[in-house]
């Protein structure tokens, strides 16, 4: 019988989206998979694996907090919280972001089915007589997060996993493209029918710089964030109980949003986790558990177990000491900031990144605050001045790297090539974005590009 020859899919990197695709692919009989991995087991910084970066101008520790090397990448450490666009997430949006949110709109109940939340409920409701829409996020399984160990990469037999395969370079041919990288200290290459480019923001954007696919100035923005309040006691306000909700074993949380100037934001409460069983258990996740943080646990355990008690009572997360922070997280869309690749004396590319916080939006956070103040005036909700911004608990998603004017130029720009990442993101809104990218892989892979 006549054998139809395999189409050879390579997948660069096996972070979120990499297994994510995997994962989705894994069943196609008529596909050859090959994931390249720069990291392996042990989970990995930059620092660790040489990858050059420099900061100038203002802090911004993205590039060495906000992202992990390794089976799984940043899914390894990350917090799992799933948000997805719809139709109320931007007041207007260009071709290409509405095309995503269509997207979204189309798949989020089919990707939430292959991660397994359960929730049905809608992404976010638009709250009467203000300008301020409630925004929900359901949290994977805490013990669930990582892609590659969820969907089991590891063990699909179908896969030929490349660890400590650092990808240089990718290069499109008259059928298909050629991915260059180095294995052991030596140099090596591999023809495929396509690939999918999944190595985290800006190491994609390494790839394509240094693949002469993009320039190597390319602006890029992140969320920033700042805690402008506390409050003791439940966190009412709007008529809306905003404390984390239990969902089965795992969390459902609700943020307010809007958008001011064309900035979406978002405010949440948040709970100190640096402390008895939360700290314990927040180590456990990220998997920097060591035997001497126990001690801290029997320090407080009479705490714990109280604050325990009543969140098993309430059936809700509730904060340690009774005090909420007030947190705004905010897009900080300033077209100064940059990522700049230059190249170093034996070829590589360093990147520079140049941030900053400007003026204006800490015009507009101030404005946003005032507004708040009067609209939140009842709430019992001390508000205090800063200008420390920070990004809470680490969470990073850097986006508006690389530009698009449509779908069709979104799968076509690279040629055999289709780069997911929160990078091809023209605005991120008031969500954490990682999830907002699935229902566009959802709509890829269907597409079959492979076959074009
Ligand atoms: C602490 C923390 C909490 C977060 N919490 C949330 C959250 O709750 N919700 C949310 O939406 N987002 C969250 N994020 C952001 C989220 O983790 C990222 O948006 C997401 O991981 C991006 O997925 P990715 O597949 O693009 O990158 P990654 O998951 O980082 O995967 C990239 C993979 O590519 C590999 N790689 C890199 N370079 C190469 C190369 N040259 N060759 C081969 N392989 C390579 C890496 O080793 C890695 O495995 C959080 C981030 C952090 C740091």
Not at 321 to 328: D, E, G, P, Q, V
């Amino acid at each position: 019988m006549k054998q139809n020859k395999l189409k050879k899919i390579a997948i660069i990197g096996s972070g979120v989206y990499g297994s994510y695709i995997a994962r989705r692919l894994t069943d196609q009989s008529d596909l050859s998979l090959t994931i390249f991995e720069i990291g392996n087991k042990k989970i990995s910084t930059d620092t660790n694996l040489n990858i050059p970066s420099k900061i100038i101008n203002e802090e911004y520790s993205g590039t060495s907090k906000g992202r992990f090397f390794g089976l799984g990448g940043t899914s390894s450490k990350w917090g799992g919280k799933i948000l997805f666009f719809d139709k109320n997430s931007f007041n207007s949006a260009g071709t290409f972001l509405s095309q995503l949110v269509d997207l979204n709109v189309k798949y989020s109940k089919l990707v939430k089915s292959i991660i397994k939340i359960k929730s049905k409920q809608n992404n976010s409701i638009k709250l009467n007589n203000s300008s301020y829409r409630l925004e929900y996020g359901d949290w994977l399984f805490p013990f669930r997060k990582n892609f590659f160990k969820i969907f089991g990469i590891n063990n699909l037999k179908n896969i030929n996993l490349l660890e400590n395969s650092k990808v240089i370079k990718l290069v499109n041919k008259d059928s298909g493209a050629n991915v260059i990288y180095q294995q052991d200290g030596k140099l090596k290459n591999n023809d495929f029918d396509f690939i999918f480019l999944c190595s985290g923001a800006f190491e994609c954007a390494r790839i394509l710089v240094q693949s002469k696919l993009e320039n190597p100035k390319l602006n890029f923005s992140d969320h920033v964030g700042i805690q402008f309040g506390k409050s003791k006691g439940p966190m009412y306000f709007f008529g809306h109980d905003f404390s984390y909700k239990f969902s089965k074993f795992s969390l459902r949380t609700s943020r307010l949003s809007s958008e001011f100037k064309r900035r979406s934001f978002y405010i949440h409460p948040i709970i100190d986790m640096n402390r008895g069983f939360l700290m314990i258990l927040k180590k456990i996740l990220k998997e920097d558990f060591k035997i001497s943080d126990i001690l801290s646990f029997f320090k407080f355990i009479f705490i714990d177990i109280y604050w325990l008690f009543k969140c098993f009572i309430y059936r809700k997360l509730l904060p340690r000491n009774n005090t909420w922070r007030l947190n705004m997280t905010i897009e900080n869309n300033d077209s100064r900031n940059f990522v700049n690749f230059k190249k170093s004396k034996d070829d590589s590319l360093i990147m520079e990144i140049d941030y900053q916080v400007g003026d204006n939006l800490k015009k507009d956070i101030n404005e946003i605050i005032n507004n708040l103040k009067l609209d939140l005036n009842d709430c019992n909700i001390n508000f205090f001045n800063t200008s420390k911004f920070s990004n809470y608990e680490d969470v990073y998603h850097p986006f508006g790297l690389f530009e698009f004017d449509n779908l069709r130029h979104f799968k076509n720009k690279y040629g055999k090539i289709i780069c997911f990442s929160t990078a091809i993101l023209p605005r991120s809104g008031s969500i954490n974005p990682t999830g907002a990218i699935l229902p566009v892989i959802e709509y890829i892979l269907n597409e079959k590009p492979w076959n074009d």
